[in-house]
């Protein structure tokens, strides 16, 4: 009997473990070729909403054997249950900010620079959605893209967040100030706290550089400012994702506060 993977050419699809993931990934209505569930997992409440939702939605649920799902997650660890789909899509920025527009919000992104974890890339994406970010820049070179190890660190949150894969970083900063949104890279060396500057409440993407090695030099000088996080401790830095968190909450209270 073939594996339950071989149904498509594996280029042709991607792997998506996890009882979030697929769950937000069939709210999104996000296309899926077909869900597989291990024959011993039990009954939850969110199987049962997955299999709800993909009924719906017209997709197949499959039990297959644990050692089956384990082949086709390939060391992912799924819960039992894993959703086979087409390849990630990566949004244009274009479309991202015209979304931001349309629904008459001043725009609020997040640019990695660097981050190669995809513990980091899952986590931050998770954060920037929770607080209503509209779009994750992520370069196409030395960092990490969109994984299943991501997806799922992601917990289901890159169905909803857009995803825009950029050549070039510095330059697609360049392009987002020339549009009236400022650059604010995170430096721990930085003169003015991010919850003080005057862009904090203005159209933004926040910069989060990688642990040690920070924002690039070139990324650096590109950002319109540099802000640090308050730190009254003995540690130096954050980890990447906990300090995006931080300023991303940071941010969210000072555009509450400037009723932006």
Known sequence: MSSPGRGRRARDQRVVGGLHPVRELLRAGKPVHRILVADTRDAGPIVAEIRALADAAHVPVEEVERRSLDDVAEGLV??????????????????????AAAAGEAALLVALDGVTDPHNLG?????????GAHGLLVPGRRAVGVTPSVEKAAAGALAHLPVVAVGNLVRALGMLSERGVWSLGLDGDAEVALADHPLASEPCVLVVGAEGAGLARLTRERCDALVRLPMRGRVGSLNASVAAAVALYDLLRCRAAAGA
């Open 78 to 99: 799924h819960q039992g249950v894993v959703a086979l789909a087409p390849p990630f899509a990566y949004a244009a920025l274009e479309d991202v900010l015209a979304s």
């Open 123 to 131: 986590s931050i994406a998770r954060t920037a959605e929770a607080v």
